[in-house]
């Protein structure tokens, strides 16, 4: 296998543990790449799961000599980098970390953001005096060489402050990332007696929607893994007693028919909502598996800490 990916944090929001969340676990956003047998490790936001993959860095890569790895950040809200300073190798001399990610908050750069979150009314650690050596880029939109024949490609995606999504190939192999997103809506869909209605600009609203949606499911083509977000269930998202359109996260319908369309081979649903139990996920699982058998060839899974799939 040329990519392995391991589950450290599935949730959204805010970290929520305890005994409805056992089997999927409640630790916000985190992954560990591995790649090729060389076991290359790329690791993608730093939620509360990051804890635990540090201990684990700690016990399998250390011995082998100095760690030096890339962390790829989708965004900088709370639940996707609150445990960086978690992270036990940013305290080893001999490391050597690449934060790559988007600026969301005006002009602050990456290293200020962090810079900003370890002071010391809220951490006893400060960024100028972490020992290992950590640089940090600021992604757009762009495909880069990463050497050893993996590439990554970022494409923006659909939220309230800026995301990225990701495509790493890897001989042959393609792993793709989107969260924190949700479908691109016409924003000028207004009923025609509403003042404001502009069959014009109702038009232009459906087109640029309907290509911004095409654009995305074009990234996720032949992905040989697709981990999408999936905080909610298609009837919570258009519920008009609680719509959570415009919050930028997605239906568990949605991720699979867009997967479906471009022909992922592995669906697997991330960013679990903090009040969802696991007897609710278990039964999301089986209800969506039995809904595809016979009508796609796409294999779905529901994202856990602990587990890992391989591409």
Not at 97 to 121: A, C, H, N, S
Request: glycine share 8%; net charge negative.
């Amino acid at each position: 296998m040329s990519i392995r990916v391991t589950f450290w944090g599935v949730r959204g929001s805010v970290p929520c543990p305890g005994p409805k969340t056992v089997k999927y676990g409640g630790n916000t956003s985190c992954l560990e790449l591995r790649f090729g047998d060389e076991d290359r490790l790329v690791v993608i936001d730093a939620g509360t799961g990051i804890r635990e993959l540090a201990g684990h860095v700690m016990k399998t890569d250390l011995p082998r000599g100095p760690i030096k790895t890339e962390l790829f950040l989708t965004h900088t809200h709370w639940d996707h980098i609150m445990g960086f300073p978690f992270f036990i190798p940013l305290f080893i001399p001999t490391t050597e970390l690449t934060v790559y990610g988007p600026v969301t908050f005006e002009d602050d750069p990456l290293e200020k953001i962090f810079g900003d979150m370890l002071q010391y009314r809220y951490w006893p650690v400060r960024q100028e005096e972490l020992a290992a050596k950590i640089r940090y880029e600021e992604l757009k939109e762009r495909s880069m060489d990463l050497g050893e024949g993996l590439w990554v490609t970022t494409k923006y995606l659909n939220h309230p402050v800026l995301v990225l999504g990701y495509r790493f190939e890897y001989r042959g192999k393609v792993f793709c990332t989107a969260y924190d997103t949700e479908p691109f809506r016409n924003l000028f869909d207004v009923s025609p007696d509403d003042p404001s209605y502009d069959a014009e600009a109702v038009k232009e609203g459906a087109l640029a929607a309907a290509e911004e949606n095409d654009k995305v499911t074009e990234f996720f083509r032949g992905a040989d893994i697709l981990i999408h977000d999936t905080q909610y269930t298609y009837n919570e998202y258009v519920n008009p007693k609680s719509p959570k359109l415009n919050w930028g996260h997605s239906s568990f319908e949605h991720a699979v028919n867009v997967a479906h369309k471009a022909g992922v081979k592995k669906l697997l649903l991330f960013h679990h909502d903090p009040d969802r139990s696991d007897e609710e996920l278990e039964l999301i699982e089986r209800k969506i598996r039995s809904s595809v058998r016979g009508k796609s060839p796409v294999e779905v899974m529901v994202a856990r800490e602990g587990l890992t799939v391989e591409a």
